[in-house]
C-alpha cells in the first residue's frame, strides 16, 4: 500500500472507480453530477484516489480520477492528467482514516435525505434480515445509523463524523444531502450502501 504512485496504479483505480460510479449512478443514486466514491490507494502519508468533481457519474473515464492526502487537498502525480477532485474529498479521508475503509461511497439518496430529515437524532432499524448485509444481526440488535448536519467545511464534517459515529455501523447520513458508507474495497463499499439504502427506505416505509 505504500508503494510510489504510479500513473498505472492511479489509472487502474480510476477504472475501478468509474465501474462502481456508472453502476451507482444506474440506480438513480448519483443525479445530475452528485456524488462521489474513493478507494484509498496509499496508507502512510494517506493517499485516497477519488472521483473528479463536476462529471456525471454514470460516464466517466479511467483518467476523471484525482489523488488526494488526508485532508482532501489535491497530489500531483507524476504522468497524470490533474483533475479537480471532489469537494468532498476531505470527508472521504477522513472516514478512511478513522475507521481503516479501503473505500468510501457517497452519494445523493432520496431515502436518506428523507430518513435524516424525519429523524434528525438518528434512524434506529431492528429485526430485518438486510442488517446482516451490514454485519449486523438480523434479529434483537438494534442498528443506529448516525445522523450530522451537512455543511461546506469538509474538516468540520468530519469532527461531526467522528462525534457521532458508532464503529459497528459502516455508514454515516448527512442531513438534507445524502449518505456515506464504506468497506474494505468498493465492492464491499457499494454492497454496503446498497444494503444501508435499502434499511432507510425499509424504516420510512414501516413508520
Ligand atoms: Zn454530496
Redesign the pocket.
Known amino acids: 500500500m505504500n508503494a510510489r504512485l504510479t500513473p498505472g496504479r492511479v489509472l487502474a483505480s480510476g477504472e475501478r472507480l468509474a465501474a462502481e460510479s456508472a453502476r451507482l449512478a444506474s440506480y438513480g443514486w448519483m443525479r445530475g453530477t ?2 462521489n466514491l474513493s478507494e484509498v490507494v496509499g496508507r502512510d502519508p494517506l493517499r485516497l484516489a477519488v472521483t473528479a468533481s463536476g462529471l456525471d457519474k454514470a460516464d466517466l473515464a479511467p483518467s476523471d480520477v484525482a489523488i488526494v492526502d488526508a485532508g482532501g487537498a489535491q497530489v500531483a502525480v507524476e504522468g497524470v492528467h490533474a483533475v479537480r477532485p471532489s469537494a ?1 474529498a476531505g470527508l472521504h479521508a477522513r472516514v478512511a482514516a478513522v475507521t481503516g475503509a479501503g473505500a468510501v461511497v ?1 452519494v ?1 439518496a432520496l431515502s436518506a435525505v428523507l430518513a435524516g430529515r424525519r429523524w434528525p437524532g438518528g434512524v434506529r432499524v431492528r429485526d430485518v434480515e438486510m442488517l446482516k448485509g451490514i454485519g449486523r444481526a438480523a434479529r434483537g440488535d438494534e442498528v443506529v445509523f448516525p445522523v450530522i448536519p451537512s455543511g461546506q467545511d469538509m474538516g468540520e464534517m468530519g469532527d461531526r463524523f467522528e462525534a457521532a459515529r458508532d464503529p459497528r455501523v459502516p455508514a454515516l447520513l448527512v442531513a438534507g ?2 449518505l456515506y458508507a464504506w468497506g474494505e474495497d468498493l465492492v464491499r463499499a457499494r454492497h454496503v450502501t446498497e444494503c444501508v439504502e435499502w434499511l432507510l427506505a425499509y424504516a420510512l416505509a414501516v413508520a
Open positions: 452528485s456524488g468532498e457517497h445523493h444531502h445524502g
